[in-house]
């Protein structure tokens, strides 16, 4: 059985641009849940999507927004990128709402320059 | 405030020790997870937990929820278990709530 993908794997953007992540679960998982890991914040939640409803959300701004289709394929959007913004965003799948062993994909690094 | 802690920050060891890492939380929990990241950024979840002891080859993860605590051990540890180790927990909001992480090098 395939693995959680993401792409692209790496990105790199500019300040006040956007940027689409995507994010493909393992075949049968309907939850997807959304992390940023930074050297400063480390590991925080972003967003979790259950049968294309979020039902969690975590406390970033609405610049950041997701959503998931109902393959259960999920996007998560950033609009008007800040330096802050560079990270590593990654996915996980589940096959129940949470909680649930997660599997994490490898991640998407975003550089804002 | 759902906290959680782990100590140590970081932990150098001999090939063949036994290693544990240790983990507490500020409230009830419904599940706690263990998870593994190599350099490079892929994380592996080792365990999810919410009561008792579970063993997978040569990891051990425990818990004790009265104390709001739980431990990682690894016995006989190997170089290939040079790793960040990370504890989270669901608090009953459900959505992952992470500890800072213990990096762990284990010399040959």
């Known amino acids: 059985k395939a693995g959680v993908t993401q792409t692209p794997r790496y990105l790199i953007k500019t300040r006040g641009q956007q940027v689409t992540l995507s994010c493909s679960p393992i075949s049968g998982h309907r939850s997807v849940s959304w992390y940023q890991q930074t050297p400063g914040q480390g590991l925080q939640f972003l967003f979790e999507?259950?049968?294309?409803?979020?039902?969690n959300k975590g406390n970033f701004p609405g610049r950041f927004s997701g959503r998931q289709f109902s393959n259960s394929r999920s996007e998560m959007n950033v609009s008007t990128l800040e330096l802050g913004d560079s990270a590593l965003y990654l996915c996980?799948?589940?096959?129940?709402?949470?909680?649930?062993?997660?599997?994490f994909g490898p991640g998407t690094r975003l550089t804002v320059l | 405030k759902n906290e959680v802690e782990q100590s140590p920050q970081n932990l150098t060891a001999q090939e063949g020790e036994f290693i544990t890492i240790n983990c507490s939380y500020s409230?009830?929990?419904?599940?706690l997870h263990w998870l593994q990241q190599h350099p490079g950024g892929g994380i592996v979840s080792l365990f999810m937990?919410?009561?008792g002891k579970k063993k997978h080859g040569r990891l051990i993860a425990t818990i004790n929820i009265q104390e709001k605590h739980s431990s990682l051990h690894i016995t006989a540890s190997h170089p290939r278990d040079s790793a960040v180790y990370i504890c989270a927990v669901n608090f009953g909001n459900e959505k992952l709530t992470f500890g800072t992480g213990t990096r762990l090098t284990i010399i040959p």
């Open positions: 996980a799948s589940s096959l129940a709402i949470p909680p649930d062993t997660q599997y």
């Open positions: 937990l919410s009561s």
């Open positions: 409230v009830g929990i419904s599940a």
């Open positions: 999507y259950f049968s294309e409803t979020q039902r």
